[in-house]
């Protein structure tokens, strides 16, 4: 089982970036997929997440701005982030599991599988 995130980057303030997490080694179709993020100095915290059925959950902090989705064909989870803010900078992790709970999407110990992250820097 393997998640690999692309799309980090640098970006100014009000730009946006599209992140992806390519995953293999299990039936993606049936996970439940998450974005999570961390800063410098502080605790990982969830940032959206979308189950088997297209159910999907934001941080407040996010909402509005960003935007989760599924390619199931090309087993790939999408994070598109608008309107991005110099507090957004940190390393975006994707996470999956089979097994999350409803209202713990957010939540890190629901997820066993971790990609290695992609940094995404906002600069204003």
């Known amino acids: 089982v393997q998640l690999v995130e692309s799309g980090g980057g640098s970006v100014q303030a009000g730009g946006s970036l599209r992140l992806s997490c390519a995953a293999s080694?299990?039936?993606?179709?049936?996970?439940?997929m998450g974005w999570f993020r961390q800063a410098p100095g502080k605790e990982r915290e969830g940032v959206a997440a979308?189950?088997?059925?297209?159910?999907?959950i934001y941080a407040e902090s996010v909402k509005g701005r960003f935007a989760i989705s599924n390619n199931n064909t090309r087993n790939t989870v999408y994070l598109q982030m608008n309107s991005l803010k110099p507090e957004d900078t940190a390393m975006y992790y994707c996470?999956?599991?089979?097994?999350?709970?409803?209202?713990?999407?957010?939540?890190?110990?629901?997820?066993?599988?971790w990609g290695q992250g992609t940094q995404v820097t906002v600069s204003s």
């Open positions: 996470a999956a599991d089979p097994f999350v709970r409803w209202l713990y999407y957010l939540v890190e110990t629901e997820y066993r599988v």
């Open positions: 080694g299990y039936t993606y179709s049936s996970y439940t």
């Open positions: 979308i189950d088997s059925e297209g159910n999907t």
